[in-house]
T-cell receptor, first 113, second 115 residues
């Protein structure tokens, strides 16, 4: 069974550009999470989907970030326009039920120059 | 607010030596606790978890952790470290708030293993 996959593994963009990160959860997992790790700091929660609905987006930094999960399968996280402080590693995780163990992808390293 | 502290940013040990990685948490209720490991180019892999019951938890790759409520700690241990254990280790507590269940992570401990 495939794990959580994220694309791309690394993205380098200039300030002001747009970037879209993608996450494919484990098949059948209704819960999908996005987290972010800024250099040297802790991994922080961004938001939680249950199927296609946003359950909690309290961790989203600002309105330059838009997450979607159309059809309740894969999810995208768009940053528009990107700023320098958006650089970091973006992790996606999925779980079968709320409260279960979360399975993480390898992350997307975003570098904004 | 809930928080997790990993006091050691970097730890270096010799292969074959014992290892203990520290984790302290701040959480109002009985915590759900986790240790994850991230090797280069890999995702976060679950090493072990504590939900309830026996306070000494066994995990994969020969790791164990002990939950000590009185000390608010959940330290990770391994009796004999292998070179392949070099990675970054994250302690996390599961926070169950209305409508969602999310992890609160520590800042991570990067382990270097000397041959």
């Amino acid at each position: 069974e495939a794990g959580v996959t994220q694309f791309p593994s690394h993205s380098v963009i200039e300030k002001g550009q747009t970037v879209t990160l993608r996450c494919d959860p484990i098949s059948g997992h209704d819960n999908l999470y996005w987290y972010r790790r800024v250099m040297g700091k802790e991994i922080k929660f961004l938001l939680h989907f249950v199927k296609e609905s946003k359950q909690d987006e309290s961790g989203m930094p600002n309105n330059r970030f838009l997450a979607e999960r159309t059809g309740g399968t894969y999810s995208t996280l768009k940053v528009q326009p990107a700023e320098l402080e958006d650089s970091g590693v973006y992790f996606c995780a999925s779980s079968e039920n709320r409260g279960n163990i979360q399975y993480f992808g390898a992350g997307t390293r975003l570098s904004v120059l | 607010a809930q928080s997790v502290t990993q006091p050691d940013i970097h730890i270096t040990v010799s292969e074959g030596a014992s290892l203990e990685l520290r984790c302290n948490y701040s959480y109002g209720a009985t915590p759900y606790l986790f240790w994850y490991v991230q090797s280069p180019g890999q995702g976060l892999q679950l090493l072990l978890k504590y939900f309830s019951g026996d306070t000494l938890v066994q995990g994969i790759k020969g790791f164990e952790a002990e939950f000590k409520r009185s000390q608010s700690s959940f330290n990770l241990r391994k009796p004999s470290v292998h070179w392949s254990d070099a990675a970054e280790y994250f302690c996390a507590v599961g926070e169950d708030t209305s409508g969602t269940y999310k992890y609160i992570f520590g800042t991570g401990t990067r382990l270097k293993v000397l041959a």
